[in-house]
């Protein structure tokens, strides 16, 4: 079992959003992607945004997501 859940990390992902409004993540595959780019990014040398220095780059990219130190970008809010 995940901690967080899928769940979790998409209430937090979508607090922001105001009612009526369509949520920024719907499904699982949006947070797996979201987190899997951060991970890399993390492999490739960025740093950590939470502690975590004996801790796989993946689940450093869980709880930076569940803390809301990232954020996962609507399509119109991406850079062109």
Do not use: C, F, W
């Not at 209430?11 to 105001?18: G, L």
């Not at 009526?20 to 993390?42: C, D, F, H, L, W």
Request: glycine share 6%; hydrophobic share 35%.
């Amino acid at each position: 079992m995940l901690h967080p859940s899928y769940s979790d990390l998409m209430k937090v992902v979508n607090s922001e959003v105001e009612p009526g409004e369509a949520p920024v993540v719907n499904s699982r595959y949006s947070i797996v992607m979201a987190t899997s780019k951060r991970a890399r990014q993390i492999i490739g040398g960025s740093d950590a945004l939470v502690p975590g220095r004996d801790k796989k780059p993946l689940s450093v990219a869980v709880e930076e997501l569940n803390q809301g130190k990232i954020k996962i970008l609507s399509e119109e809010e991406q850079p062109s």
